[in-house]
C-alpha cells in the first residue's frame, strides 16, 4: 500500500508513534523515525521490517532541528510521501496552577512543531511536485476538553484548526492533510494508573475499554495511503465512542 514511499514520523521512538512505524513500514513505506532520544528512534528503526529506515534525533519544537532534518531529506534524493506530526508532551496542572513553563512547552512541542514540520514537509513535496499525505496525531480532549490540561487541550485543538486550514489550502497541489483523535489507548503510562481510576475512565467509554496502539495506527494507514485518496480536512475520532 506504501511501497517505495518515504515516510517521516515524529514521536516514532515509542508508544503510539512506534506503533504507527511499524504499522507503515510492513505496508511498505520506508521510515525515518524522528524522536527527541536518539536510543529510541534506533530501537523502533531495528524492529522495522525491510531495509533503509533511518533513526533521526529531533527536537521538533526548535527551528534548528527542523532545518537539519529538511537538510537530510534533501541529500538523501527522496521526496517524502507521508508525514505523520506524533510528537507530543504532557505537563498537567490545573489552570490555577499552571506554570507558564508548563504552558509554553507544551504548545512548542505539541502545536509549534506541527506548524514547522508540515510548511518544511509541504514545501519540499510542492517543490517537488511529490504527492504528500499529512497525518497530524491530535486528541479527543481537543474536542471536548480535560480537567487539568488546559494547555494540552488547547494545542490538540489547535491541531485540528491548523489541519482544516491546511487542508484547504494544499488541496490543489497535490496535498491532503488530516487529523487522528485518539482516546483513552493503552499505553504503559495507562496500565499503571490504580484500578478504579482505570475503571473511572473505562466506564467513559461506549465500548467499555482501552484502545490498542495499533487501532491507531490502522486509522493512520488509512488515511497515508491511496485508499484515502479523496480524504482531506477530515478529523477521525479513534475513540471506541468516547466524545459522540
Excluded at 514545501?123 to 496525531?137: G, H, P
Excluded at 490502522?218 to 495511503?225: C, D, K, R
Amino acid at each position: 500500500m506504501l511501497s517505495s514511499k518515504l515516510a517521516i514520523v515524529t514521536g516514532g521512538g515509542s508508544g503510539i508513534g512506534q506503533e504507527i512505524c511499524k504499522k507503515l513500514a510492513s505496508s511498505g513505506a520506508q521510515l525515518i523515525v524522528a524522536d527527541l532520544k536518539k536510543s529510541s528512534a534506533e530501537s523502533t528503526a531495528k524492529l522495522l521490517p525491510g531495509s533503509g529506515h533511518t533513526a533521526f534525533q529531533i527536537d521538533v519544537s526548535k527551528y534548528d532541528d527542523v532545518e537539519r532534518l529538511k537538510e537530510f531529506i534533501q541529500s538523501s534524493g527522496h521526496h517524502p510521501g507521508v508525514l505523520v506530526n506524533c510528537a507530543g508532551i504532557t505537563k498537567d496542572s490545573t489552570l490555577l496552577k499552571m506554570s507558564r513553563e508548563q504552558w509554553d512547552d507544551v504548545i512548542n512541542v505539541n502545536l509549534n512543531s506541527i506548524f514547522m514540520m508540515s510548511q518544511m514537509i509541504a514545501r519540499e513535496s510542492v517543490k517537488s511536485q511529490t504527492s504528500l499525505s499529512i497525518v497530524n496525531v491530535s486528541s479527543i480532549v481537543g474536542k471536548i476538553g480535560n480537567f487539568g490540561q488546559t494547555n494540552y487541550s488547547a494545542t490538540k485543538a489547535g491541531v485540528i484548526g491548523f489541519t482544516k486550514s491546511a487542508a484547504r489550502e494544499l488541496a490543489t497541489k497535490n496535498v491532503r492533510v488530516n487529523a487522528i483523535l485518539p482516546g483513552f489507548i493503552r499505553t504503559p503510562m495507562t496500565e499503571a494508573m490504580p484500578p478504579k481510576v482505570l475503571e473511572a475512565m473505562i466506564s467513559m467509554v461506549p465500548q467499555r475499554r482501552l484502545g490498542e496502539p495499533e487501532e491507531i495506527a490502522n486509522a493512520v494507514l488509512f488515511l497515508a495511503s491511496d485508499m484515502s485518496s479523496y480524504v482531506t480536512g477530515a478529523t477521525i475520532e479513534v475513540t471506541g465512542g468516547l466524545g459522540m
